[in-house]
């Protein structure tokens, strides 16, 4: 009894938000606490980014997401993550993790074959570039109007500044990682897309 009232709460829209709000959070403080140990232990930390096309490396396709360069890339990055996360787990916790490993695998794997050498890539923006695009076509892709509404509110918001992340110019940023993570989470919202809703029966 007390699994299924707990089922049932988690169903309403308050239920969806109160965990996706907690998932976000204790996301981003997983973040700061592996900045704080990587400062602590002398940037041990920041071995497990990834180093292109070394096969050694290919064990670091998913760690690299949770490591930052310092405190002010993890800075940089909490925010959207919060948000674009916070919006696309409001979906559902099983989608929402699913379109997560998704973009951080894929993203991984393209950082690992198309960055330039002697470069280490790290960092959350790669998944965040992903959720953007997730966040922005799932409405489209399931054809539901509220989603179009939230993704067009997103893209309105955000689209400049993520469009200025894909730019090549910018120096000691891996754009090759924002445009993967960004591909990875148009095809993660084609990929996951829910059912469409039965008619309600009239009459």
């Not at 996360?85 to 559902?92: D, K, P, R, S």
């Not at 918001?157 to 000691?172: D, I, K, R």
Request: aromatic share 10%; charged share 15%.
């Amino acid at each position: 009894m007390v699994y299924e009232a707990r089922e049932r709460k988690t169903g309403t829209a308050g239920g969806r938000a109160l965990a996706a709000g907690k998932v976000m959070i204790l996301w981003v403080a997983l973040l700061w606490l592996l900045e704080a140990v990587d400062v602590v232990s002398g940037h041990a930390l920041d071995t497990f980014g990834i180093q292109p096309r070394e096969p050694s490396e290919l064990i670091d396709v998913v760690p690299a997401a949770f490591v930052h360069f310092g405190f002010a890339h993890v800075a940089a990055n909490s925010v959207p993550l919060l948000v674009l996360g916070f919006v696309a787990a409001l979906q559902g916790l099983r989608r929402f993790f699913l379109a997560c490993a998704l973009i951080i695998v894929a993203d991984g794997l393209g950082v690992w074959l198309v960055a330039p050498e002697h470069t280490n890539t790290a960092g959350a923006s790669g998944l965040i570039f992903g959720l953007f695009g997730f966040v922005v076509l799932s409405g489209f892709a399931e054809r539901r109007p509220l989603g179009i509404v939230v993704g067009l509110l997103i893209a309105a918001y955000w689209g400049t500044t993520f469009l200025a992340g894909l730019s090549p110019a910018n120096e000691g940023v891996s754009w090759q990682g924002h445009l993967i993570g960004l591909i990875a989470g148009v095809a993660a919202a084609f990929a996951l897309r829910r059912p469409p809703r039965p008619p309600r029966p009239t009459g």
